[in-house]
């Protein structure tokens, strides 16, 4: 029987990981990555394994009990590895998820994460996802379309125009 010495490939690699992430396998996760990788969740949060990692990912887990994660496509090549997902969940847990107290909301988001492993574990996880679509839904952002955000958006403008108008007459 003969040994297979070569590291794990990072499609297989991204499989395990997000396997565990479904499972919310918190050690599982982190054995995934090398000790000094990088998991930057862009517009959201930067984890460091060891480090803030396991805590940001048990606060999520704990936040949202029912969290269902789906791996809808994966693809290979090189030292990276991209991965399609959709999460789901409640948010009516015991903790806070990025200082939000549980308000019952419910989330549905899709995101994509790039992957580079090398020797068999991931170095870098880059995950991109809607951060404003996911706020919407968390209730942090009115409804798109709706007559709140139009409120806001008016709001932005004119806070735009009178910093303007002040630094031109500054001028």
Known sequence: MAINSEPPDPESVARAYFGAVARRDLEAMEACFAPGA??????????????????????????F???????????????????R????????????FEGLEPNGAEIDIEGCD??????GRIQRLDAYLNGAEMARQLGALPPQGSLA???????????????GYLQARRS
């Open 114 to 119: 790039v992957l580079t492993v090398v020797e």
């Open 38 to 63: 990088v998991d930057e969740l862009h517009g959201l949060a930067e984890l460091r394994v060891p480090g803030s990692f396991r805590s940001w990912f048990a606060a999520l887990f704990a936040a």
């Open 85 to 96: 997902w959709r999460a789901r969940g409640s948010f009516n847990g015991t903790g806070r």
């Open 149 to 163: 955000e139009r409120a806001l958006t008016d709001a932005l403008n004119l806070k735009t125009r009178l910093i």
């Open 65 to 83: 009990p029912d969290f269902d994660f789906e791996v809808l496509d994966v693809m290979g090549s090189g030292e990276k590895a991209a991965v």
